[in-house]
Nanobody
Framework: QVQLVESGGGLVQAGGSLRVSCAASGRTFSTNIMGWFRQAPGKEREFVAA????????SYADSVKGRFTISRDNSKNLVYLQMNSLKPEDTAVYYCAANTRRSWTSNAKDRDEYNYWGQGTQVTVSS
């Protein structure tokens, strides 16, 4: 069983930065793929970024590439999403997700790859 708890969301002006964090329970954290997804009102949950168990491989949605950075600290069971140059369209609830079945997959952008989810943290970007 894995529990994921997000933190760090809030209100920020367009062009600003924010870092959200996800604390994970469980002894196999370093072997899990970790991902960030987001869901805006009236829209489906979409992929933002993912990172392999070792942290050596990462993947990003085209909409955030070059602005967002995913990272992890396996010694602390933490994964981060650093968000820079934020835009109003980045406003959403951001969810942390874990795939405990493998360390990486070419399907890391697929929601169905993840078997554990956090409750989400709200990020609001004002124009």
């Amino acid at each position: 069983q894995v529990q994921l708890v997000e933190s760090g969301g809030g209100l920020v002006q367009a062009g600003g930065s924010l870092r959200v964090s996800c604390a994970a329970s469980g002894r196999t954290f370093s072997t899990n793929i970790m991902g960030w997804f987001r869901q805006a009102p009236g829209k489906e949950r979409e992929f933002v970024a993912a990172i392999s168990g070792s942290g050596a491989i990462s993947s990003y949605a085209d909409s955030v590439k070059g602005r967002f950075t995913i990272s992890r600290d396996n010694s602390k069971n933490l994964v981060y999403l650093q968000m820079n140059s934020l835009k109003p369209e980045d406003t959403a609830v951001y969810y942390c997700a874990a795939n405990t079945r493998r360390s990486w997959t070419s399907n890391a952008k697929d929601r169905d790859e993840y078997n554990y989810w956090g409750q989400g943290t709200q990020v609001t970007v004002s124009s």
